[in-house]
């Protein structure tokens, strides 16, 4: 079963209106996790990196005011996309670490599809 | 995390074994090799990792060279629903949950019927 989980897998919002989608641990804690993004026939790309209880860290060319990133608890970060636009639309995907003995086995939510009309 | 390459598409017979290359010739000593995979409009799906020994589960076989210089992932016997785009990621051991993650553009696996 799934161990990190997004919602919702898909929305759709008019243009200039925010958007926020959850990112949730669901059996471990997870004091960072990461955002990224996907265009069609793409691959991933990383947005930001959410530090519980403190700033997340954008990655270069990444807007931090319209892509604001809240990891208010060890099991669930929030990605608002502010004043959306079409060009926003896109397949997000979150993802976070569960340490384990052999290794930090990454784990990816589901993915939303944010369709801005 | 080291680069990788992998080739961007490869066709495999339904029922056959799908051998799938991964090169990450400057990986380092602590770095592992993690596979993931990725089936359309869906989130990436972990399948197998490992360090230097060949692993094992109930997915899939990796098989690490001795150098550690590249890796294949075997899908022993491939069904349609393994049709997917395969990522070859390495990173460090014990980079706990703050490592970031890039991927590269993966392997495009079609199963034909």
């Known amino acids: 079963g799934a161990v990190v989980s997004q919602h919702p897998s898909r929305v759709i919002c008019k243009s200039g209106t925010s958007v926020k989608i959850e990112c949730r641990s669901l059996?471990?804690?997870?004091?960072?996790m990461f955002w990224y993004r996907q265009f069609p026939k793409k691959s991933l790309m990383l947005m930001a990196t959410?530090?519980?209880?403190?700033?997340?860290?954008?990655e270069q060319g990444v807007e931090k005011d319209k892509f604001l990133i809240n990891h208010a608890s060890l099991t669930l970060s929030t990605l608002t996309v502010t004043s959306a636009h079409p060009e926003d639309s896109s397949f997000y995907i979150c993802?976070?670490?569960?340490?384990?003995?052999?290794?930090?086995?990454?784990?990816f939510g589901e993915g939303s599809w944010l369709t801005v009309v | 995390d080291a680069k990788t390459t992998q080739p961007p598409s490869m066709d495999c017979a339904e029922g056959r074994a799908a051998n799938l290359p991964c090169n990450h010739s400057t990986i380092s000593g602590n770095e592992y090799v993690y596979w993931y995979r990725q089936i359309h409009s869906q989130g990436p799906q972990y399948i197998i990792h490992g360090l230097k020994n060949n692993e094992t589960n109930e997915m899939a076989s990796l098989i690490i060279t001795e150098d550690r210089k590249s890796s294949t992932l075997i899908l022993p016997h491939a069904t349609l629903r393994d049709t997917a785009v395969y990522y070859c990621?390495?990173?460090?051991?014990?980079?706990?949950?703050?490592?970031?993650?890039?991927f590269g553009t993966g392997t495009k696996l079609q199963v034909i019927p």
């Open positions: 990621i390495v990173r460090p051991l014990n980079s706990g949950g703050y490592q970031k993650v890039t």
């Open positions: 959410s530090n519980e209880g403190s700033k997340a860290t954008y």
């Open positions: 993802s976070a670490t569960r340490t384990g003995d052999s290794g930090n086995t990454i784990y």
């Open positions: 059996d471990f804690q997870a004091t960072t």
